[in-house]
């Protein structure tokens, strides 16, 4: 029986030690995970995309034709649709320029030098009274006037020709003083330029 006990108390201690020894020998628990690495660093933004070029600069205006050009493109019905050259008017049954005219004729000289290539058919006109003969007689003397005050002015008579129109082609059929003044006159009509 002693030896019975001695083997119990044996193996009870020895059962002890090993509880003792395997608590004592607790494996540690595992390691935490090592910590998740930083999210990466933001990256930064991208750059904005660059701005759209600039429109490019719109073409610069056409420049201005100058007069030469201007001139050099009108049609003759333009040109004489234009009117630049002014009538010279007459008093009732005369030929005779008169002091208003001489003005307007300079201006047509002035005119008519600027451009030398430019020929014109200078036309008598008169008021409806009058006989229709008297009136192309008439009408062809202050065509011939209006001529003859130009080459004095200095324009070469070979650009010019005349014509009598009398009382064919009225600027104002009204049988009045005022409408007969505006049917008396020297008109200018482009030929050629």
């Not at 420049?63 to 002014?86: H, Q, S, V, Y």
């Not at 049954?93 to 030098?113: C, F, H, P, W």
């Not at 009204?174 to 006159?185: A, K, L």
Request: glycine share 6%.
């Amino acid at each position: 029986m002693k030896l019975r006990s001695s083997v119990l108390l044996t193996a009870v201690a020895l059962l002890i030690v090993l509880t003792v020894t395997a608590c004592g020998r607790r494996t540690p628990p595992p390691a935490p995970p090592p910590p998740a690495p930083p999210p990466p660093a933001a990256a930064p933004a991208p750059p904005p995309p660059p701005p759209p070029p600039p429109p490019p600069a719109p073409a610069p205006p056409p420049r201005p034709l100058t007069e030469d050009e201007i001139f050099a493109r009108m049609t003759l019905d333009e040109l004489n649709a234009k009117m630049p050259l002014g009538d010279a008017f007459f008093d009732y049954d005369m030929s005779t320029i008169r002091d208003d005219a001489r003005g307007v004729l300079q201006r047509n000289a002035e005119y008519l030098k600027r451009w030398p290539s430019t020929r014109v058919s200078v036309e008598g006109h008169a008021d409806s009274r009058g006989t229709n003969e008297y009136n192309l007689a008439l009408g062809e003397r202050r065509a011939a006037a209006v001529r003859e005050y130009l080459i004095s002015l200095g324009i070469d008579g070979g650009r010019m020709v005349t014509i009598s129109r009398g009382e064919e082609t009225p600027q104002c059929t009204e049988e009045n003083e005022t409408c007969w003044q505006r049917n008396r006159r020297g008109h200018f009509v482009f030929t050629a330029k």
